[in-house]
């Protein structure tokens, strides 16, 4: 049997002694609401409950959701600042260097030489700072953007080709009119029957346990 | 919605719209005459008063032609976060229907005085170069250009104003369609306008040197005029109770990014593409007017401008944190506007010493003798330039005032307040 029925709210939890332990069979538990308002109300609850490991899904962005949710500032844009500067000041040494002659890299090893070429172009000085401006700022650009996404991507776990949730046919509504509250197994306040019976407290539409 | 009138206290400039009106009208018109007074009595007292006045001129003018773009650009692209901020821009914009007036003054030391060097009839029979752009330069043209531009601009902010005041009343949705189709017909007569007021007005100062980015760099700093005052509009509104809820960090955020976009980055990449290009061209013709700004006194002030206008507030506004403390944009903005006039000085009042220019062995002789002041390079402050500019801004303040003061402070029936009302960053 490769499909694993979803279960219903209505069934009755396991027995008790599988439940002190945190179960590594499923991937979480998936509360469905009709409203982005109730779906507020209910991130509220699990983020003050103190679990971690959750995450909702709207069909649009929910202003206020961040906050509802406690999500911290994400500290991309310090790293992006950091690899723009970088891109920075990786555009003026190239330029330096290349266009500087007495400017001599490894110069102290034996048989190794890689010294700069003067280019003399309209008359201006080989260490002319206004012509290098452009090539400055395209690397600071090219550094920022591209690690903007990139960072962006690895700290949301893209690209990723299958999660869990896909597996629920409810789900399917999350880009359409239904929101979604998971809360993982991996979290280390998750205990099934309790986090069942709080998710059940927020007054879902439905509760569904999704297989890892 | 409110009902027709009745608008709340809090969307009224009332009490201190009339106190404005009084206390800057009466200290602008005393600047005024002081200015006039001191040209008067002074040897080539209009020559030295036509340069200062300009610069306060350009000044105020940059502000309400900011103000006019910024309002043509909402209603071309339907832009909804900003509607409650959008009387502002129509108030500071219709200043133009009485702001001609203050051009009267620099029209008459244009015709009267030798401030722009091109109505010199001496220097146009010896200088071929002048004699060749005459076509452009010359006194009737740059009369009728001006009073074609005041007209337009009289025209068209009026238009915008009026139909968005109308529309406070009425809630007629049909006015927001007829202010849209203009709104594109306006953006483009704003940049022929403003582009040939900016070359006539101040860059014929020096009629031997042209640049095609100049246009643009004046552009720059219009949108660098007006969206520091709009920040300073919110921000003492809000002092002073006004609007208390209507305005939120939102809409500070989002007019801080406006004014990091164009006022800072926007204007230092004209600025450095306009230095760039001439640098590394490396004509005399050209280089003459950046050579003048390097030396003695104007270098310093441009490396004002480079750090003070750019690089301080860009590393400070880059982060969307600061854009969300009131007090801090709004200083920020503050500190812009006072660049964005430096900015003007710097660009009107440099003279080019040709002779010098062409007599000179060097560039570091040429420098000397800018240093040590044995060559007029305009440089040094002058009592008009302040009096002239109390003058002005006194006046223009009055006049803004006055403007707000007649209509709510947001339009209170626009299709696309609740919108703004409630709007977020995402």
Redesign the interface.
Known sequence: MSQVPVMPTTQAPPPDEFETVPSGKIYGLMAEFDTPGALMIAAERVRDAGYRWWDCHTPFAVHGLDKAMGIKPTILPILVFVCGLAGATMGTVLQWFTNSSSFDLWSGLPGIMVRGYEFFISGKPASSFPTWIPVIFELTILFAALSAVGLMLLFNGLPRLYHPCFKSKNFARATDDRFFLVIEARDPKFVRSKAEAFLGSLDPLSIEALED | MMANGATPESHRLGELGSKVFFIAGLIGLAGLLISFAIAALSEHGWETFGRSYLTAFMFVLSLSLGAFFFTALNHATRAGWVVVLRRFSEAVASNFVWLWILFIPLAACMYWTHMYHWTDAEALAHDELLAGKTPFLNKPFWLLLAAAFFGIWFLFSRFFYNNSVAQDTTGDVSLTHRMQRMAPLALIVYVFTQSYASMHWMMSLEPHWFSTMYPVYFFAGTCCAYFSLQIIIMYVLQRAGKLKDEITLEHYQDAGKLLFAFGIVFWAYIA?SQ??LI????IPEETGWYLIRQMGGWGRISLLLLVGHFVVPFLIL???HPKRIKGVIAGIACWMLFMHYIDLYWLIMPRIPTEAMATAESYNQLAEMAAAGDIDVGYGWNLLDLTCLIGVVGIYLAGTAHRLKNCSLIPEQDPRLSESLVF?N?
């Open positions: 450095f230095y760039m640098y590394y061209a490396n880059l982060s969307k977020e995402v």
